[in-house]
């Protein structure tokens, strides 16, 4: 990802995120200096982008170093660039939308990983050997199946498929996150999930969120921690604004915006994921 800043009203850049945190560190850019990265509807300062906001508050931490001290007492500071509202650029460019800063979708998050794992479970059911005929039963007769619907040792059967499945999903969830940022569920949903700085995570980051949501943000779809770890998950964006496992793996989640055509195509995503498993008793 790639970022602007106004200095002197004058647009600079692109410029990489390592970048201009270098440039932060050295003290050549302000944390005020006003950026921006295409997607974002306005100028903001670097402060209060989510790429920086982390780097630059363990800045502000730490203390000076004596020599810093010594060398700022011959030759004087570092002069920095401060750049107000008046002095950003005066048209704004305008960019096709990619990438937004906000955060507390969750229920857009819900839905993109609903459809990652109806994907895994689309996949596992068409490897598990179930009785043909099924037309005549009730879903409610289905649940509350007594051995007589689906065999025990079958149900059991299924109930290993799925979970290897899943097991293995977590390893690629991560392998696609720490490649391109998203999974098929989030493509669909214009989600992206990079580091702080806006890179894309490392591998082991990759997998560990993964394993981190599955298990505490989905309770490995097992009731009643599923509703638990959903409930948590949604309370902490909601008044937080990250949930437990990007705040531990310094991930950030950005959202695209839902137009028609990707809400259509996400119903009909959802819709051919069940046409393929009810073709599993046709």
């Known amino acids: 990802m790639h970022f602007y800043i106004a200095i002197e009203g004058e647009k600079r850049g692109p410029y990489s995120a390592f970048r201009i945190i270098d440039q932060l560190r050295g003290g050549e850019v302000s944390p005020d200096v006003l950026g921006w990265e295409p997607g974002m509807d306005a100028w903001l300062k670097l402060r209060e982008i989510p790429a920086f906001a982390d780097s630059i508050e363990a800045m502000e931490k730490e203390p000076a170093p004596e020599a810093d001290e010594e060398k700022s007492a011959k030759t004087g500071p570092k002069k920095k660039i401060v750049v107000s509202d008046a002095t950003a650029p005066k048209t704004t460019p305008v960019v096709p939308e990619l990438i937004s800063t906000d955060q507390r979708r969750p229920f857009i998050r819900f839905w993109a990983r609903m459809f990652d794992y109806t994907l895994v479970s689309t996949a596992a059911w068409q490897v598990c050997e179930v009785p043909p005929q099924l037309e005549n039963i009730t879903l409610l007769e289905l649940f509350a199946n007594d051995g007589t619907i689906i065999p025990q040792e079958t149900l059991l059967d299924i ?3 799925y979970f290897a499945f899943m097991l293995i999903w977590q390893f690629i969830e991560g392998a696609l996150i720490h490649t391109f940022g998203t999974t098929p569920g989030k493509a669909l949903f214009n989600i992206r999930v990079t580091s702080a700085d806006g890179s894309l ?3 082991i980051k990759g997998f560990g969120r993964s394993f981190f949501v599955w298990v505490v943000g989905f309770g490995m779809g097992l009731f009643p921690f ?7 998950g949604i309370a902490m964006l909601q008044f937080a604004g990250s949930t437990l496992w990007d705040r531990q793996l310094e991930s950030r989640v950005h959202h695209g915006p839902m137009t028609p055509p990707r809400i259509l195509m996400a119903v ?12 599993k008793f046709s």
């Open 159 to 161: 109930v290993k498929v």
């Open 201 to 203: 995570l490392p591998l």
């Open 226 to 232: 599923i509703l638990i770890g959903m409930s948590i």
């Open 268 to 279: 009909g995503g959802f819709f051919l994921l069940m046409m393929i498993s009810s073709l």
